[in-house]
């Protein structure tokens, strides 16, 4: 079908009055030769959208040009059904940003320049695009979720999916369901009003779990290898030594926790040297079975001492705050007091963290006659009477001493997730087909684990997208993702069994999940231009490329977050998606209009990442946050990470004076949507200095920045800072070649 | 042994509002909005004689000074996030260590309070001032006496001039008095009888 574009001009928003619409229109026809293009003056209305309609329907168009506002405004309106579709910002990013003082010819000029320009690029962005083509496999896709661990995350887990009416294979390398929690004797309140311990749920859970059809329990059972993408998983499960292959959709891992050693603890806190110096998983232990005891002579134990941020928060053991050991230690002490009404629990504590409903359970064990001591145990003696610990006591300032018959260590949470350093690529080719200790032994080119950031813990932009890892798909639910509570790990196991559940049904309509959701392009290839340099299969931030013997990328379409770092990373411009491409983008910075050298109107592009830059650039104007300059022009990018530098190179030889790239902060803090994004395209600029030299130019004529969304305040600053040190510089030279 | 229970649960019982100390969460805020504390006037802020009354620091907790540096602005309970009555829990420890004997008689404002003013309030059912003036400057000796009176005399005159004074120390008794004394004997009954003295 051939294509038929529209243009469509809303006038309204004062666009009419400013601008010289007859003129944007003499763009889009005449020079941009759209066959049909219209103004209304108020498009996003019901008489504007049936003008649009009516085209589609009577007039054959199937390709829209919409200039009005920005594309993050008036979504569902311009909804209209068509893939290739752009809106031009003539409002938002040209209007509402630009001083143009009432008489003031010259800014008025400048303003129906940059919106003539946004028109230009608008046409031509259309122009280069096709309809995607979704997805198809081979092979039939699966909706089959697979769990891996039995704990209460798993169970949890694989209950939500089950009750949504999904499969659900639960796999436990274990004989026995149920985990740590197994062990607990009871558990800290979660309904209000939040003070009383609260039974067991593992026997009603197991109990769901097994009565229900859609969940299979595999016990006895490990992942041997997985192989595949996101509705295409084949897992091979070895159960008691028999593998077997099952094909599901999407994975939740919830391998749960392994305390840290108290072997490893500070020789001071006393552990090994007295059996009356216990974990608190040994005390709960002691507590299930009724006995709160001194381990050294059976007698009751009245008197007990809690160590909190036992080997937490202490660089030379765990870093981290393990989040949960505050509330299972009140917990315990509750045990202790109302075992006996004459007990003691003693809390030494650094910070007694009990978030959100839990303050109302500290405040029960402090009404109880809980203890609180905040200070260190220094030192610990066992004698006839029982320990005697010294304590620096922060309160009193003083050191205290104190009996007592049992010292409970409350020690922190490590994860149980094999993970993999993000920045080194295991290499082609030495993968073996199990590694001791790996969950999943992911047959990927980046590796077997999950990326990690830091602490062995799986990443995930956790502010956008908790749940996540950097494998689209596979989802991290309880304390294998973070060390965290009991309450906490259901409510993890239940965003988990969603984000699965997501997946599969996004895969099986060919669509990608978020930051792009429901994007049905996909990157293609143009396998004889391939040079085997790697840097997709190495770059892809979520390891969707695999290479072949030879160093080939092989995609894998449903791992695949659209973000363009492939297209991006490729020397050869051979990767590009159906509504993005090299050319593409490169079209539409060729085809704005570049005022000679003597007008003295410089020409600065801006790449800003849709993600967060565009949305502070819009919010520019809305906050009244300052003007900017009219000499910019931005293009919006899926993703910094897309960015090529063959564009760095067309706009230098185009004449632009300079290039602003706009992208998410990166490193340990990153805000990137795509994990790494931004980082790569900072690695990329670095080589950049090279082509301007071959050119002859200043490197400082590109910049990169990072740009919050929070930032419009301080973008006026920053871009017309850059316009001011670019303007400072001669024109470029190849103005007019 | 240090946080023995044993003095915690007497002030729990005993002082006014005391059973209160056990749920301070230590975060400071009281310390932090003290006028007093940025006088330098006590050694311990209120979170920290908590802390010492949980710690069983009987002999520190009764004996110290710092409770009666209150000035009842009730900043601490304003602002104490945990919904103490802090200003009422101080004041309960400092007529506690009073009634214990364990509070210094020379102390000024437990001399002022305990002595001078109610005694000056009990003897005619009122406040004179010009009494309760010249008997805390005299408290000290006469010498003490004659050189603070000196100091003050300006805002005395001024004040007598606005009639804000009055110059007479002896206006008789209120009306009624022999009730304001049932009153106050019943008030003590009802006291003993709380304390178990009666």
Not at chain 1, 466 to 494: F, H, K, L, S
Not at chain 1, 626 to 632: Q, V
Request: hydrophobic share 35%; net charge neutral; glycine share 10%.
């Amino acid at each position: 079908m051939e294509k038929k574009i529209g243009c469509y001009i809303c006038t309204g928003c004062g666009i009419g009055d400013a601008l010289d619409v007859k003129a944007l229109g003499n763009i889009a026809t005449k020079e941009q030769k759209i066959p049909v293009v219209k103004n209304h003056e108020f498009l996003c209305g019901t008489e504007g959208i049936a003008m649009i309609r009516k085209d589609l329907t009577d007039e054959g168009v199937n390709a829209l040009v919409i200039a009005g506002c920005s594309h993050r405004v008036k979504n569902e309106e311009f909804r209209l059904g068509i893939a290739q579709m752009d809106r031009v910002d003539l409002r938002d990013k040209c209007l509402w940003v630009l001083d143009v003082p009432e008489g003031d010819d010259t800014a008025e000029e400048d303003r129906q320049m940059m919106a003539e320009d946004y028109i230009r690029i608008g046409c031509v962005k259309v122009k280069k695009m096709n309809d995607p083509n979704p997805y198809e496999a081979s092979t039939p896709f699966s909706k089959v979720v697979l769990v891996v661990g039995g704990g209460i995350a798993g169970l949890t887990a694989a209950l939500e999916v089950a009750r949504t009416g999904y499969q659900a294979i639960l796999v436990e390398k274990g004989e026995t369901l149920g985990g740590q929690v197994a062990k607990m004797h009871k558990v800290s309140p979660a309904r209000a009003p939040y003070n009383k311990l609260e039974e067991n749920p593992l026997p009603m859970l197991l109990a769901e779990v097994k009565g229900n059809k859609n969940i299979r329990i595999m016990n006895n059972t490990v992942v041997q290898k997985t192989v595949g993408a996101p509705g295409l998983f084949d897992v091979t499960l070895n159960h008691n030594g028999t593998a077997a292959v099952e094909r599901v959709g999407s994975i939740i891992v919830a391998t749960g926790f392994q305390a840290y050693d108290p072997g490893k603890l500070d020789k001071k806190l006393g552990y090994g040297s007295s059996p009356d110096v216990i974990t608190s998983m040994e005390f709960e232990e002691m507590a299930k079975a009724g006995k709160i005891v001194r381990k050294s002579d059976g007698k009751p134990a009245k008197r007990v001492a809690f160590s909190l941020c036992a080997g937490q928060r202490d660089t030379s053991h765990l870093e981290y705050c393990s989040g949960a050991c505050c509330v299972y230690s009140l917990k315990q002490a509750l045990y202790v007091i109302e075992n006996h009404p004459d007990a003691s629990a003693y809390l030494i504590y650094q910070e007694v963290r009990t978030p959100g409903q839990m303050e109302d359970f500290y405040r029960k064990v402090q009404n109880e006659g809980g203890i609180f001591i905040k200070g260190d145990v220094n030192k610990v003696t066992s004698g006839s009477s029982g320990l005697t610990l010294e304590v620096n006591d922060k309160l009193l300032r003083q050191g205290v001493t104190m009996e007592v018959d049992l010292l409970v260590l409350a020690t922190g949470m490590e994860t149980t997730m094999d993970t993999t350093d993000p920045n080194s690529a295991s290499p082609v080719g030495k993968q073996v087909d199990e590694l001791p200790g790996s969950i999943l032994n992911l047959q990927y080119r980046q590796g077997p684990g999950l990326p990690s950031l830091k602490n062995n813990f799986p990443d995930s932009h956790f502010i956008c997208f908790p749940y996540e890892t950097r494998r689209t798909g596979i989802y991290v639910a309880g304390p294998a993702r973070r060390p965290m509570g009991i309450a906490a790990t259901c409510t993890d196991a239940a965003g988990a069994a969603l984000k699965a559940i997501q997946v599969v049904e996004s895969v099986a309509r060919g669509a990608a999940v978020h930051p792009r959701a429901g994007d049905l392009s996909f990157p293609s290839f143009r396998e004889e231009g391939c040079t085997q340099c790697k840097r997709c299969t190495e770059e892809c931030p979520f390891g969707a490329i695999n290479e072949d013997e030879k160093g080939n990328p092989l995609f894998n379409p449903t791992r695949c977050r659209r973000c363009g770092t492939c297209m991006g990373a490729c020397p050869q411009k051979i990767i590009s998606f159906a509504n993005y491409s090299v050319d593409m983008i490169g079209s539409m910075l060729k085809e704005m209009e570049i005022p000679e050298a003597d007008d003295e109107k410089p020409r600065i592009l801006v790449f800003a990442c849709e993600n967060d830059a565009i949305p502070a650039l819009d919010m520019v104007g809305r906050s009244h946050a300052g003007a900017l300059s009219p000499y910019i022009r931005i293009i919006p990018l899926r993703c910094m990470g897309s960015m090529s530098l063959v564009w760095i190179a067309d706009a230098m030889a185009s004449g632009y004076d300079g290039v602003l790239l706009m992208g998410c902060r990166h490193g340990t803090d990153y805000q990137c949507h795509n994990v790494r994004g931004s980082a790569l395209a900072e690695i990329r600029l670095s080589k950049v200095s090279e082509t301007l030299d071959r050119l002859q130019l200043e490197s400082s004529r590109v910049k990169m920045v990072e740009v919050n969304i929070m930032d419009a305040e301080t973008l006026p600053q920053v871009i017309n800072g850059f316009v001011a040190e670019i303007s400072a510089l001669d024109p470029n030279p190849y103005k007019g070649f | 042994m240090t946080y023995d229970l044993t003095f915690a649960k007497e002030v729990y019982e005993n002082s006014e509002e005391g059973h209160w100390i056990k749920m301070c969460m230590q975060c400071g805020v009281c310390a932090g909005s003290c006028p007093m504390g940025f006088l330098g006037a006590w050694t311990h802020s209120p979170r920290q004689l908590f802390q010492m009354v949980r710690a069983g620091l009987r002999d520190e907790v009764l004996s110290s000074t710092d409770m009666w540096m209150c000035t009842s602005c009730y900043n601490c309970i304003v602002r104490c996030p945990r919904n103490l009555p802090i200003t009422h829990i101080i004041h309960g420890l400092a007529r506690y260590a009073s009634v214990q004997g364990k509070a210094d008689p020379k102390q000024s404002t437990h001399h002022f309070a305990k002595d001078i003013f109610w005694e000056n309030i009990v003897a005619t059912g009122r406040v004179g001032e010009a009494a309760l003036t010249m008997k805390l400057y005299f408290k000290d000796g006469i010498g003490e006496g004659i050189k603070q009176g000196l100091e003050m005399k300006d805002s005395a005159l001024g004040m007598l001039k606005a009639k804000r004074l009055k110059p007479l120390p002896f206006r008789g008794k209120i009306k009624g008095y022999p009730g304001f004394k049932a009153m106050l004997k019943k008030a003590f009954e009802l006291e003993n009888q709380k304390e178990g003295k009666a």
